[in-house]
């Protein structure tokens, strides 16, 4: 008689994700960020918004943007920014997700606010120096770091651009100034580029695109033995979590 094989157990993942989504205006990231809230592993969510367009997309998610399932943080400067940076910390509202809308304009955010600083401006000087941009990503490195070493689900969004690589021709990556356009992807678990094409029908279908793609800087982080799809269609951050087996 053969032995019946022992069924094995599902381990329930404790592995926290650190994603990056980046794709040009209007390719649905925001849309992307509100579909944490239907997923216990990701609801509640903080959402700080840099680009002050989160509530014109999310205002008809469950729960509204003052929680229980969403916590909308509009951030207007760096204080604004510290500030919510200690509520993420310290999490009294029990959130087990926290989003960035978006990296780019947190980097042009760095850049204005250096611009507007009057203790290292003098009063003829109203252009950005080059010093400006190694010290905004600078400050664009220590924000990503600090919250990707919470406790939590972390997702950030990013604009793309397109770059003439001198092997490849024109590839397309994180719009982020210098270096920080591969070194902010590296820190994380997933950075994938959110395109859009066309369904069976026709009709416009937004497909998160995760490896295997030539031209396309992204890549995704799965434990040993895992695989992983090159593709999500209709992407949602419940089907991101099952993709990366979290």
């Known amino acids: 008689?053969?032995?019946?094989?022992?069924?094995?157990?599902?381990?329930?993942?404790?592995?926290?994700?650190?994603?990056?989504?980046?794709?040009?205006?209007?390719?649905?990231?925001?849309?992307?960020?509100?579909?944490?809230?239907?997923?216990?592993?990701?609801?509640?969510?903080?959402?700080l918004d840099f680009e002050g367009g989160v509530l014109d997309v999310?205002?008809?998610?469950?729960?509204?943007?003052?929680g229980p399932d969403w916590y909308h943080i509009p951030i207007h400067s760096w204080d604004d920014f510290n500030e919510a940076?200690?509520?993420?910390?310290?999490?009294?509202?029990?959130?087990?997700?926290?989003?960035?809308?978006?990296?780019?304009?947190?980097?042009?955010?760095?850049?204005?606010s250096l611009l507007d600083d009057p203790g290292i401006r003098r009063d003829d000087d109203s252009l950005l120096r080059q010093?400006?941009?190694?010290?905004?990503?600078?400050?664009?490195?220590?924000?990503?770091?600090?919250?990707?070493?919470?406790?939590?689900?972390?997702f950030y969004t990013a604009h793309s651009k397109d770059e003439v690589d001198p092997k490849e021709g024109l590839v397309k990556m994180v719009n982020l100034s210098g270096k920080l356009a591969t070194e902010i992807p590296g820190m994380m678990s997933v950075a994938g580029y959110l395109a859009l094409g066309e369904d069976d029908e026709g009709?416009?279908?937004?497909?998160?695109?995760?490896q295997n793609y030539a031209k396309i800087r992204t890549k995704?982080?799965?434990?040993?033995?895992v695989e992983s799809p090159d593709e999500i269609e209709d992407p949602t951050v419940p089907d991101l979590l099952d993709a990366l087996h979290c």
């Open 1 to 47: 008689m053969t032995p019946k094989k022992e069924k094995k157990k599902k381990v329930e993942s404790t592995r926290m994700v650190k994603g990056l989504i980046f794709g040009p205006p209007g390719h649905g990231k925001t849309h992307f960020l509100g579909t944490a809230v239907f997923d216990p592993r990701t609801s509640p969510i903080f959402i």
């Open 58 to 66: 999310l205002q008809g998610l469950p729960g509204g943007p003052d």
């Open 85 to 112: 940076f200690e509520r993420v910390e310290k999490n009294e509202e029990g959130a087990k997700a926290v989003a960035i809308d978006s990296l780019s304009e947190t980097h042009i955010f760095a850049l204005m």
């Open 131 to 154: 010093d400006d941009y190694g010290k905004a990503m600078v400050q664009i490195r220590r924000l990503t770091r600090a919250f990707r070493d919470l406790p939590l689900h972390v």
């Open 203 to 210: 009709k416009t279908q937004r497909i998160l695109l995760l």
């Open 220 to 225: 995704i982080r799965t434990p040993w033995g």
